[in-house]
């Protein structure tokens, strides 16, 4: 089982960039895929999350992110779009097998069972 995660970079404020989680060894569709982020001198933070129909996300990017998955390629997207300084990190997915968690539960990073290495995202003019 592996996640690759890939699509970031350097992109101004205000502008976007799309983010993919491509899962290889297990079909995504029967797992959660959940993206995390962790910006220079602080803890990893939840994101989003996406399991069947059911996302969560970080009210810090509630309005602006959007999770998908695309079940022909079995990869998980993430479009952030607005980007603002505070979204700079590097940004890990993880999967987790068995049922879709709650609310308060999808940013316990001990629940997921496989990451990916991570993709860095620069926002800055």
């Known amino acids: 089982v592996q996640l690759q995660a890939s699509g970031g970079g350097l992109v101004q404020p205000g502008g976007a960039l799309r983010l993919s989680c491509a899962a290889t060894?297990?079909?995504?569709?029967?797992?959660?895929i959940a993206w995390f982020r962790q910006a220079p001198g602080k803890e990893r933070e939840g994101v989003s999350y996406?399991?069947?129909?059911?996302?969560f996300y970080a009210d810090s990017v509630k309005g602006r992110f959007t999770i998908s998955r695309d079940n022909a390629n079995n990869t998980v997207c993430l479009q952030m779009n607005s980007v603002i300084p505070g979204d700079t990190a590097v940004y890990y997915c993880?999967?987790?097998?068995?049922?879709?968690?709650?609310?308060?539960?999808?940013?316990?990073?001990?629940?997921?069972?496989?990451w990916g290495q991570g993709t860095l995202v620069t926002v800055s003019s």
């Open positions: 996406i399991h069947d129909r059911t996302k």
């Open positions: 993880g999967a987790r097998r068995g049922l879709r968690l709650i609310v308060s539960a999808w940013r316990q990073q001990d629940l997921y069972d496989y």
């Open positions: 060894g297990f079909t995504s569709d029967y797992y959660s």
